[in-house]
């Protein structure tokens, strides 16, 4: 009796349409991958809470590199008060900074760019870990956390969640 190898082309055919499929999943987005986001925008100034038109100024202190002194973490936009008490004027697109200033005024920033609505930073207490909070409106919230060193660096900048609604 003769063995036919008319089955092993189709077994080939299988096994790459197989592969294809597994590596084109994530282009149609049935599969999450990881994403990154820009945390700095070159085109938009760095700026520093006083500077003309950045009305909006967030600070609190924090031991950022965990040298037993207190560092400003610093939340600015670019919006103005719409009366005397703690309303803004916010829009689409509008620049959002948040920046670490030692003592000495050095500054090391965490984000530049455009956001819907908000920038936060959250603190841990635990860990002293800092972390980011990106509102987008309609698109979601990114949240993210990174690790801060003296010397203006930032480093494992961590995603952690991207939710959508």
Same mark, same amino acid.
């Given at each position: ?5 008319? !089955? ?5 055919? $299988? ?38 038109? !950045? ?18 973490? $610093? ?20 620049? !959002? ?21 908000? $920038? ?21 919230? !990114? ?23």
């Amino acid at each position: 009796m003769k063995k036919s190898w008319l !089955w092993l082309p189709a077994v080939f055919l $299988v096994y790459a349409a197989v592969l294809v499929f597994i590596f084109a999943l994530p282009s149609f987005g049935l599969f999450k991958k990881d994403v990154s986001i820009q945390f700095i925008d070159e085109k938009i100034p760095l700026a520093k809470a006083g500077d003309p038109g !950045w009305g909006y100024v967030k600070r609190v202190q924090f031991d950022a590199d965990k040298d037993g002194e207190l560092e400003d973490i $610093v939340v600015i936009a670019k919006i103005d008060k719409i009366d005397t008490g703690e309303n803004y004027l916010t829009a689409p697109g509008t620049p !959002w900074q948040a920046y670490i200033e030692e003592k000495d005024g050095r500054r090391t920033y965490l984000y530049s760019g455009t956001q819907f609505r908000r $920038v936060d930073i959250f603190l841990g207490t635990t860990n002293n870990t800092l972390g980011l909070t990106l509102d987008e409106g309609e698109k979601g919230y !990114w949240l993210a956390d990174f690790t801060y060193i003296p010397e203006g660096k930032i480093t494992n900048y961590k995603y952690l969640r991207h939710s959508s609604f």
